[in-house]
């Protein structure tokens, strides 16, 4: 129930509730034309508290043409939109849209700055919103007049039902690989820790190796080649007897094999490399890499789809993970 009553919020109500005109209400919902700061601000609170949500937003799965689905991408800088990984959860969100008419936009989120979701909320081209490498400020952040139109690709909450990888699982399956081919010092190189979701690869790695009374040796990365080859060099710095590294990502245990050459390492004769995603360079490189399977296309395609559903789905969807051996492990 809105505060309007039974029926769904109105563009009057919101002029109403922000004590400004409609005319001034419309603006600010549309993104066009000028407002005041302090007008701008009251509209904000009056639709998140209404939970209003402009027309053509609410009309666009109806009709299904000239409206956008958002992938709304979160990271430190704009250079997570250059991740091959969001590629992938683009080219699935239009896949499923295309059908439909609708079509894909990609925004950055600053990690710092997570109310920047608030402008999408606004856009009338906007049907829903795909959010990766989902955080908690994120999720305290969507507005009321987005709820039930958009879905995330990590962590979620009651009001955003999540999609992702069972990351423990797959990295579960490759430390066991590694143990069982007689590895018995695995450094692991860890994703970003601001990012919740990438700890279950890392309570994973930490339950086998106690479990197995093995030394825990953990390394802070971000996913990137260029932070798995600087993670190399300090895993032989610290630790020279390790023979083995997992690297949370593909690119970083790329990057990781690439750090160990430069220091005259074989691989995997003297260490062996895991990762984890399966991207198409994993088989190509030199050696061919074990990692884990992660379908991107599978959870990114479902994801979009719960956007155009509009019905209600579980909290957390997982998608099975399984080791992929090849020559680096």
């Known amino acids: 129930m809105t505060a309007a009553g039974e029926r769904p919020a109105t563009l009057e109500d919101v002029a109403r509730a922000a004590g400004v005109s409609r005319s001034t209400a419309s603006r600010v919902i549309a993104g066009t034309g000028f407002a005041s700061t302090e007008a701008r601000d009251r509209v904000v609170r009056a639709v998140d508290r209404l939970g209003y949500v402009p027309n053509a937003a609410a009309r666009a799965l109806v009709h299904g043409a000239g409206v956008r689905l958002a992938v709304a991408v979160t990271g430190t800088t704009s250079a997570v939109l250059d991740d091959p990984y969001v590629d992938r959860v683009v080219a699935a969100a239009a896949r499923v849209g295309t059908p439909h008419g609708l079509g894909v936009a990609l925004h950055w989120?600053?990690?710092?700055?997570?109310?920047?979701?608030?402008?999408?909320?606004?856009?009338?081209?906007?049907?829903?919103?795909?959010?990766?490498?989902?955080?908690?400020?994120?999720?305290?952040?969507?507005?009321?007049?987005?709820?039930?139109?958009v879905v995330s690709i990590g962590i979620g909450s009651a009001a955003v039902p999540s999609f992702d990888v069972d990351n423990g699982g797959g990295a579960t399956a490759v430390l066991r690989h590694l143990y069982a081919t007689?590895?018995?010092r695995i450094a692991m190189v860890t994703g970003p820790r601001w990012l919740r979701c990438a700890g279950r690869?890392?309570?994973?790695?930490?339950?086998l190796v106690r479990?197995?009374?093995?030394?825990?040796?953990?390394?802070?990365?971000?996913?990137?080649?260029?932070?798995?080859?600087?993670?190399?060099?300090e895993v032989l710095d610290r630790w020279p007897d390790t023979d083995a590294i997992f690297a949370a990502s593909d690119p970083t245990a790329l990057g990781v094999i690439a750090g160990l050459r430069?220091?005259?390492v074989r691989v995997p004769g003297d260490v062996a490399v895991a990762g984890f995603d399966d991207i198409p360079l994993a088989e190509l490189s030199t050696p061919a890499l074990t990692t884990a399977s992660h379908p991107v296309g599978r959870i990114a395609a479902a994801a979009?789809?719960?956007?155009l559903d509009r019905r209600p789905h579980p909290p957390a969807t997982f998608f099975p993970s399984a080791l992929v051996p090849r020559d680096s492990a």
Do not use: K, M, W
């Open 304 to 307: 979009a789809q719960a956007v």
């Open 182 to 184: 007689g590895r018995r």
């Open 262 to 264: 430069r220091r005259g």
């Open 201 to 207: 690869s890392v309570r994973a790695y930490r339950h």
């Open 109 to 149: 989120l600053p990690r710092r700055a997570p109310q920047a979701l608030r402008q999408l909320a606004f856009d009338r081209g906007v049907c829903g919103i795909v959010l990766v490498n989902t955080t908690e400020p994120v999720l305290d952040a969507v507005p009321r007049s987005l709820r039930g139109r």
């Open 211 to 233: 479990d197995a009374g093995l030394p825990v040796r953990l390394v802070r990365g971000d996913f990137t080649a260029t932070r798995g080859r600087a993670a190399a060099r």
